[in-house]
Structures are given as structure tokens and as C-alpha cells.
């Protein structure tokens, strides 16, 4: 349930799947060692957040479409007490009624720090350090909470009688930074969960649930200067062990768990990570920026040329969800799939539905799923967006012309402050339309196949399913390579490596330009799968890397359980 607590843990074999409790038991015991050891007390509790993995839909939460992540086994630990044994050796308050938080991580490269608050205020006094550290997740966390407590929540129950003088902290982290995998969403709930414990206000009648601790964690990360559209704080909230989840952003944040097939053999999803991270800053404004806007304009032509109602004025930017369910609703005509003028592109399966049978009413079927709506807007898009060309892309000036507008109102309307540069002056539109489209079609196509094979009680035969997932999972790769030109070509190497040695799928995750990849591998072939990884990408790019980062760099991994608070 989205109002659920988030969830209270007193053994290890309630955070991980099996095979993960041995490894974990051990990093848990030295993680509570360390702690006793810098503050000569056992931790009373420890926060988890995991880090996620994106198994498909790219790209397209930002156009209003739904994905499929799912928690990995990879997390941030917070070890925290209120209770400290010798005070004298801790930083001292500047004031009484404030408390002391004293952060310390396991890995030395993160310097320890402190900083002061009080609990019972809102949090307006908080500020990050000017120069980002790796404290500010927390403190943007702890911000957060305490701002979420008094805007939603009984201003006359705090949830503890005084607060306390300190709040000692030691922070252990295996969510490898730069990769993809939402290091720093991890970081940030994790935070806000530690927070959230020591308010009193985890449980009972006046909680904060786990959807209020997504939302904390989503504006606690755009204080230290992420924008996130909810994807990554949902998938580490809100996941299920051997689920996947499909979290939809429209009309509101909805999680639900997708539970996977038991097959036989049964798979494990691999993690790689191309080591190569783009420089946001940098890129931007020809590679993430420009895409959303080439889907904004999308949405403007396409709405357009099926003369959907304007928007009012003070409406969120049009989106291609939004155009589909404008589209559906008040049907200017008959909807129903259209023939696409412009081919789609060769390398993409030619089992990929693009149109569904014709409807014989103005309205959808009685019942239509989102892949009969999906796979009609598919087609509507390549009558009205595609055609001789369209491949190419168009000038702003084009784009201005065909929407009767004045193209320096138009850039300031859908650029607004960012940058963007279209390579060689066009906006690829049908092409970034095309991939948005079909890959909200494949998310729903795997949601179906999950649903249809995963009963939970019977062992099926890995071969068809198998084989669906991962087929989708390559259309996916294709059209981010082909249509959205999001990958790089280290991304490319990997999952071709990938495939060639036995993943029935393999595909980018997380934005792309660089990151990780994640592949589905039959778990007999795992070990076999990663050596030759290792082999054929790692030790010809990184012939230096350790047996431990080697580890850390390409790893199994199955869906795990969402965040939680660990009790000893």
C-alpha cells in the first residue's frame, strides 16, 4: 500500500533474496563493528536504500510513460544511535535544544563532518555546503523530512518527548557512483529514512509513509541540484524482492509489483558498467536537454496535426502521454491505428507491432489495453511526423512554420533556460517520437508477459520467456542506439560482448552517453558470462583495475527488497 510504513526488519533474510544473506550477514556484522569501534557503542538501528537498475523504458518517463525498474542487491547502509557513550569526544551544540549530527563512512576517501539542527523546527536553517560533499545527500535528506513533517503532518506531535544531543552516524555504501544505478537516490532516502526513525514518526497513527518518504527523497535530491522525475526514489522505496516494478507518473505516482517468472534454469540480470561517464554539464545541451525538447516539439506537431484541444495556459508542458490520453478521450476522429509512411528502421525485430486491426467505432474497444492505445499513437506519429526526410530532422524554423508560430517565442516557450544544440541544426522529431512510443509499448508488452507466465507456484520452461524478455530488451537497446542515439560506443562493445556470450538481452540503463548496461543471463552461465566480460572489455580498456573494483564494475544481481530500517 502506498501509505504503509516503511517496513521495520529484525532479520537479514527479510532485506535479501537467499542467495545474497551469507555476503550481506558478514558486510552488516563489520559494518555494526566499525561503528562500535568509532564510537564505542552498538548502532541501535540501521536505514537501507538500495540502488536500482532501469530492465526498460528509457527515456520516456520525462514524455508521461511508465518503466520497469526494479532494487538491486548494491545499497546504501546508514548505522545511527542517539545515544552515544563519551560525549565529551563529540562536537558540542551551539545552542541547547539543537542537536549534533556526526556523519563518518567506512570508505576513508569520504571525509567525516558534522553539522548542527533542530529537530523540532522545520528545517529553514539547514544549508548545504557551499562546496558539494558527500554530506549533503544527508543533510538535504534530513531538510526534507523535517519539512515534510510540518507542512503534512499534526504540527503538535513530533514523535519524541526531547530531542536528542547527537546523532552519530557511519554510512557504508555499494552502489557504484557515476554508473547508472542512482547512487545518490540511494543515498538521499537512505537519509531521509535514518531521519525519519528518529523523529518517531516511521510508524503509528501520525507516520510519514512510504509514499511521503518517496516524495521527500525526490525534492531532497533537487536541493543538492538533481532534478528526478520519481523513478529512481520509487524503485528504492517501494521494490520487492523478485518483483519488478512499474511505476507510472500519470495522473499521480503509482508503484506496482510486477512479480518475475520461475523458470528453469532460472536468470539473473548482470550489471556492467562501461566505466565511461558523460559530463552532464558538458553534453547537455546536444545530448539529455535537447532530447526533451525534441519530445516537447513532438508533442506540439502531433497534437496538432490531430487538432487535440489547446492547452490552457498555466498547463505543465505538453507531453506525448499527454497527446495519448487527450487523444483517447476526446477524439477529434476516429482513432485507430494509421499506416506509418515512414518505414521504421531495419534494425529494429520485424515482429514490432506498429499498428493494431482497425477499430470499427470512433472509440477504442471496450476494454482496450495501453498496448492497443500505444501501438495506435505508434502510427499516428509516423503518418504525422514521419515521411520523406523525417529521418533527418527539421530546422527550428520548420518546426515554427508547421505550428504557426514565431520561432523565438517558440524557443523560449519549450528551451526555456537550459541549452540545447541541435547537431548540424535539426531537431530529429519523428525519430526521438518513434523510439519514445515503442518503448512505452515494450514496457507494457513485458508488464503482459510477466503477468501472463509468472504464477509464483509452477517451474516454466525458460525457453519462450526467456527468450520475449530478452528479444524486447535488445528493441530496446536498437532504438536507443538507432532513434535516440543515447548510447556511446563503449555501451555498444559491451552489449554486443554481451549477447555473444550468452545474454538473450542486453541493453543500456540509466540515460545513456556512457554508464552501465544490464543483461539477462541464464544463472548457470552467470560466472562463465562475467569472466568473459571481464575478459573482452575490462582488461583490454582498464588492464589496471583490481580484483576488487573488477567486482564492483560487473556484478549479478536479482531484484531485491526496497529500502527499510534494520533493528539489532
Given amino acids: 500500500m502506498p501509505n504503509s510504513p516503511v517496513p521495520l526488519a529484525t532479520s537479514l533474510d527479510e532485506v535479501y533474496t537467499p542467495g545474497s544473506l551469507a555476503h550481506q550477514g558478514e558486510r552488516w556484522d563489520q559494518l555494526a563493528q566499525t561503528f562500535e569501534k568509532e564510537y564505542g557503542v552498538k548502532p541501535q538501528k540501521i536505514a537501507r536504500a538500495p540502488g536500482r537498475v532501469n530492465v526498460i523504458g528509457e527515456h520516456i518517463d520525462y514524455c508521461g510513460f511508465s518503466v520497469l525498474p526494479a532494487a538491486i542487491e548494491r545499497d546504501v547502509l546508514v548505522a545511527f544511535s542517539t545515544d552515544p557513550q563519551d560525549k565529551d569526544k563529540l562536537p558540542k551544540a551551539t545552542a541547547s535544544g539543537r542537536t549534533v549530527a556526526v556523519l563518518r563512512n567506512v570508505d576513508d576517501k569520504y571525509s567525516p563532518t558534522h553539522f548542527e539542527v533542530d529537530l523540532s523546527s522545520w528545517g529553514g536553517d539547514l544549508a548545504l555546503p557551499k562546496k558539494h560533499h558527500w554530506s549533503s545527500y544527508f543533510i538535504a535528506g534530513t531538510k526534507g523530512i523535517l519539512q515534510h513533517l510540518h507542512e503534512n503532518a499534526p504540527k503538535t506531535i513530533l514523535g519524541r518527548k526531547e530531542n536528542p544531543s547527537h546523532i552519530i552516524i557511519l554510512v557504508a555504501g555499494t552502489v557504484p557512483e557515476g554508473s547508472g544505478l542512482s547512487s545518490s537516490s540511494a543515498m538521499t532516502t537512505a537519509s531521509a529514512i535514518t531521519l525519519l526513525e528518529i ?76 566505466l565511461v561517464t558523460s559530463n552532464k554539464q558538458l553534453t547537455a545541451k546536444y545530448c539529455y536537454n535537447l532530447r526533451v525538447v525534441e519530445t516537447r516539439l513532438g508533442a506540439l ?19 506525448f502521454k499527454t497527446v495519448l490520453d487527450t487523444y483517447f478521450t476526446q477524439p477529434p476522429t476516429p482513432p485507430g491505428p494509421h499506416p506509418v509512411d515512414a518505414p521504421m528502421p531495419t534494425q529494429n525485430p520485424p515482429e514490432l507491432p506498429t499498428a493494431a486491426a482497425h477499430p470499427t467505432s470512433p472509440l477504442p474497444p471496450k476494454g482496450a489495453s495501453k498496448v492497443y492505445e500505444l501501438k495506435t499513437l505508434l502510427g499516428l506519429a509516423g503518418k504525422e511526423l514521419g515521411g520523406p526526410g523525417m529521418e533527418d530532422g527539421m530546422t527550428w524554423e520548420q518546426v515554427a512554420e508547421l505550428l504557426g508560430r514565431d520561432k523565438d517565442e517558440l524557443m523560449k516557450e519549450v528551451v526555456g533556460k537550459q541549452e540545447v544544440e541541435p547537431v548540424n541544426g535539426k531537431l530529429k522529431i519523428w525519430t526521438r517520437a518513434r523510439h519514445v512510443f515503442s518503448e512505452a509499448l515494450r514496457v507494457y508488452e513485458f508488464r503482459e508477459l510477466l503477468e501472463s507466465t509468472a504464477s509464483g507456484e509452477t517451474t516454466l520452461d525458460s525457453s519462450s520467456v526467456l527468450k520475449s524478455m530478452g528479444d524486447l530488451m535488445n528493441a530496446s537497446m536498437e532504438s536507443c542506439q538507432n532513434d535516440y542515439e543515447c548510447s556511446c560506443p563503449e555501451l555498444d562493445e559491451l552489449t554486443a560482448l554481451a549477447r555473444q556470450n550468452g545474454a538473450l538481452g542486453s541493453r543500456l540503463t540509466g540515460a545513456g552517453w ?27 580498456r582498464f588492464p589496471n583495475l583490481s580484483k576488487a573494483e573488477l567486482e564492483d564494475v560487473c556484478f549479478a544481481t536479482k531484484p531485491e527488497a526496497g529500502a527499510g530500517v534494520y533493528r539489532f
Fill in 301 to 319: 506537431l502531433l497534437a496538432k496535426a490531430l487538432d487535440l484541444p489547446p492547452q490552457s495556459q498555466h498547463s505543465p508542458p505538453l507531453t
Fill in 199 to 274: 523523529s518517531g514518526r516511521r510508524d503509528g497513527p501520525n507516520k510519514i509513509g512510504r509514499r511521503g518518504v518517496t516524495e521527500v527523497a525526490i525534492e531532497s535530491e533537487r536541493l543538492v541540484g538533481v532534478n528526478s522525475g520519481g523513478m529512481d526514489q520509487s524503485a528504492s522505496v517501494f521494490s520487492q524482492p523478485l518483483n519488478l516494478l512499474h511505476i507510472e507518473f500519470v495522473p499521480k505516482l503509482q508503484a506496482t509489483a510486477i512479480p518475475l517468472p520461475q523458470t528453469n534454469p532460472p536468470f539473473s540480470f548482470v550489471i556492467a558498467n562501461t
Fill in 514 to 540: 556512457g554508464g552501465a548496461t544490464v543483461s539477462l543471463v541464464p544463472e548457470p552461465e552467470v560466472p562463465k558470462f562475467i569472466d568473459a566480460v571481464r575478459e573482452g572489455y575490462y582488461k583490454k
